[in-house]
């Protein structure tokens, strides 16, 4: 049961425009979310994090937005660069619990 | 400043041999995961704990054993590896609370023979 799913496992897009990821979550009962980014070899790290209570995060280029009533979050990244070519997870977390549960990913290839 | 780090890096075992991962952080942070990454399922969680001693299961744990006699380790182990087992294995760390992200290790690829 994927209660986290990243339906695209790749994108591309072209240096300098919008990149827009997507992820949808069954389980109603997520209250925090967040997007790690994760090159080759090297272990995931952190990007953005949105509260349940919000519906809007931004930091730099990056802006995270969550649609509770579709259980649905986006992460964009404008204006994209060569450096944001990555795999992308976003991850969910139940109140009171540092599990998180992590979607399968997708690719971002930015084309210079 | 060390953060997290993960031994070996790269490991290749036979059928039915025990091996062992090492997880070490700096940061005395009370929780530690272990994750393993496989292709179409992402991050899967093996195993957790909370604190030194406090130990619990994830989706993913038949086969895996853990231990956490100190709050800066958090060793996995094999019990004897399978095929499925092959796998790249990350570790992670977090204070805890509402605002903390885990932070990962480097991982370690492991390969089953």
């Known amino acids: 049961d994927q209660q986290v799913k990243q339906n695209s496992p790749s994108l591309s897009v072209q240096e300098g425009r919008i990149s827009i990821l997507n992820c949808d979550y069954t389980n109603s009962m997520f209250d925090y979310f967040l997007w790690y980014k994760k090159y080759p070899a090297e272990g995931p790290t952190f990007l953005i994090s949105?509260?349940?209570?919000?519906d809007k995060n931004e930091d730099g280029r990056f802006t995270v937005f969550l649609n509770k009533s579709a259980k649905h979050l986006s992460l964009h990244i404008v204006p994209s660069q060569p450096g944001d070519s990555a795999v992308y997870f976003c991850?969910?977390?139940?109140?009171?619990?540092?599990?998180?549960?992590f979607g399968t990913g997708t690719r971002l290839t930015i084309i210079p | 400043d060390a953060g997290i780090t993960q031994s070996p890096r790269y490991k290749i075992t036979e059928t039915g041999r025990q091996v062992t991962l090492m997880c070490h952080q700096t940061w005395s942070h009370s929780y530690m995961f272990w994750y393993r990454q496989d292709l179409g399922h992402g991050l899967r969680l093996i195993y957790y704990?909370?604190?030194?001693?406090?130990?619990d299961k994830g989706e993913v744990s038949d086969g895996y054993v853990v231990s956490r006699s100190k709050t800066e380790n958090f060793p996995l182990t094999l019990e004897s590896a399978t095929r499925s087992q092959t796998s790249v294995y990350f570790c992670?760390?977090?204070?805890?609370?509402?605002?903390?992200?885990?932070?990962f290790g480097p991982g370690t690829r492991l390969t089953v023979t």
């Open positions: 704990s909370a604190a030194a001693d406090i130990t």
């Open positions: 992670a760390s977090t204070k805890g609370g509402l605002a903390y992200e885990q932070y």
């Open positions: 991850a969910a977390r139940r109140p009171g619990n540092e599990k998180l549960t």
């Open positions: 949105i509260s349940s209570i919000k």
